[in-house]
């Protein structure tokens, strides 16, 4: 007998997951350098690098969308974010990647 949600049981509390995008990190380090690993350390280190981005990139873009009076956070927002938040280069090519990535994801 289950004692699920569905089958009528109640909910068990529980602590909540940490956002954490270290599974990515090992995916993309995997894809990009063959033979190469990364130490615990340094991904602690591109995780709260990861996390502290997207926190600024988020809050950018929240605030963009405050100021047109929008209550829903576009990929216009965030593009808008990126150029604000990087360095030019950088944020021509962050762009540019996002672009390919949505095109490829949607293929």
Not at 12 to 22: A, L
Not at 32 to 49: C, D, E, H, Q, R
Not at 62 to 80: C, F, P, V
Request: no cysteine; proline share 1%.
């Amino acid at each position: 007998k289950s004692g699920g949600a569905a089958a009528g049981g109640k909910k068990k509390g529980g602590r909540k997951g940490k956002r954490s995008f270290k599974t990515y990190i090992g995916r993309v380090n995997k894809n990009s350098k063959k033979g190469l690993t990364l130490s615990s350390k340094s991904v602690k280190i591109l995780n709260s690098f990861v996390t502290d981005m997207f926190d600024k990139l988020a809050t950018q873009a929240a605030a963009l969308a405050r100021g047109n009076k929008k209550s829903t956070i576009r990929a216009a927002e965030i593009q808008t974010a990126v150029r604000l938040q990087l360095p030019a280069d950088l944020a021509k090519h962050s762009i540019s990647e996002a672009s390919k990535a949505v095109t490829n994801a949607f293929k």
